[in-house]
């Protein structure tokens, strides 16, 4: 995965240019109509354009280390945050559909990236299965509650706002929509890096506990993160959804794996 994007330009292209760039290349592409149907093979060709253009994807060999995570969870329901063009909703969606799941939720801020997401995933044959849902995560995770839409969580992967990683995990959890057994993947928690949300799931109960007696936080937590991440995607002054301390009471076994050269890492659980 490339650094952070934002909504500036990329070498002077706007998000439109990019998006129909990459449609561009991969619905010109000698293996699209062998790729047709076949998750595999359209990551394939998503893999050929991100060598030549800085996309933020989760990649293959994290993407390894999650999908073997899913084969081992085996789960129902699986919700990402951040979506973008669908290739970790692709590659994941796949494996849950794969290992007897029901449905992969994925959820995406931007409506252009979103619509993008829709097509490469009808490509790939798993429109049935995965779900592209627009707008913010925090709004619509609490939406799923309230609507009864989802309940419990099996795995959450986490790849969208970094503010907002620790903020939809209290949600989540405030919810009842994460509990003990839930897994929980993030991606980039050590580069560029996520220090409020690893500091709490590293946390004992009774740490958390002595940290909510004062009530919920205002706002995000963004001690530690790069500024240009603090900035990606949500204005300036934005405030989560729902302030929430969360459920205290959730121990969470916290592990970090890094495939072999690359610099971020995927992982807590
Ligand atoms: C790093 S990209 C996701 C990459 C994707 N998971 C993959 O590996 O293919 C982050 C995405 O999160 C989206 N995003 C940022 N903040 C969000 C929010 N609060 N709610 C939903 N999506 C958000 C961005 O628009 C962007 O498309």
Redesign the pocket.
């Known amino acids: ?1 490339s650094l ?2 934002d909504s500036a330009n990329h070498d002077g292209q706007t998000l439109n240019d990019r998006v129909e760039k990459l449609l561009g290349f991969i619905y010109n592409h000698e293996g699209l109509d062998e790729a047709r149907g076949n998750p595999h093979k359209v990551l394939a060709i998503v893999d050929e354009f991100a060598i030549q253009n800085a996309m ?4 293959g060999p994290k ?1 390894e280390i999650v999908t073997e995570l899913i084969k081992e969870k085996q789960p129902k329901i699986m919700v ?10 692709i590659l994941f969606g796949d494996a849950v559909r794969q290992n007897g799941g029901e449905r992969y939720y ?5 409506p252009d ?1 979103a619509a993008a997401a829709r097509q490469l995933i009808e490509l790939a044959g798993l429109q049935d299965f995965v779900e592209v849902i627009v ?4 709004v ?1 995770l609490d939406q799923f509650y309230r609507d009864g839409k989802v309940t419990n969580i099996e795995i959450l ?1 986490i ?3 970094k503010p ?1 990683y620790l903020t ?1 995990l209290k949600l989540c959890e405030h919810h009842g929509m994460i509990v003990p057994g839930s897994l929980l993947l993030a ?2 928690v050590i580069y560029p890096g996520n220090p409020p949300y690893l500091e709490y799931v590293r946390s004992t109960v009774e740490q958390k506990r002595e940290a909510a007696k004062s009530g919920p936080p205002k706002g995000y937590n963004t001690t530690g993160l790069l500024e240009r991440t603090v900035k ?3 204005p300036a002054g934005d405030a989560p959804f729902l302030e929430t301390v969360g459920n205290p009471n959730i121990v969470y076994h916290s592990v970090l794996r890094q495939p072999e050269g690359e610099r971020l890492m995927a992982g807590c659980n």
């Open positions: 995965m952070q994007e933020m994807i989760v990649g993407g990402e945050l951040g979506c973008y063009f669908g290739y970790s909703a994925s959820l995406e801020l931007n990236w707008g913010r995560s925090d619509i992967f790849d969208h706002y907002a939809d991606d980039n990606s995607w949500m």
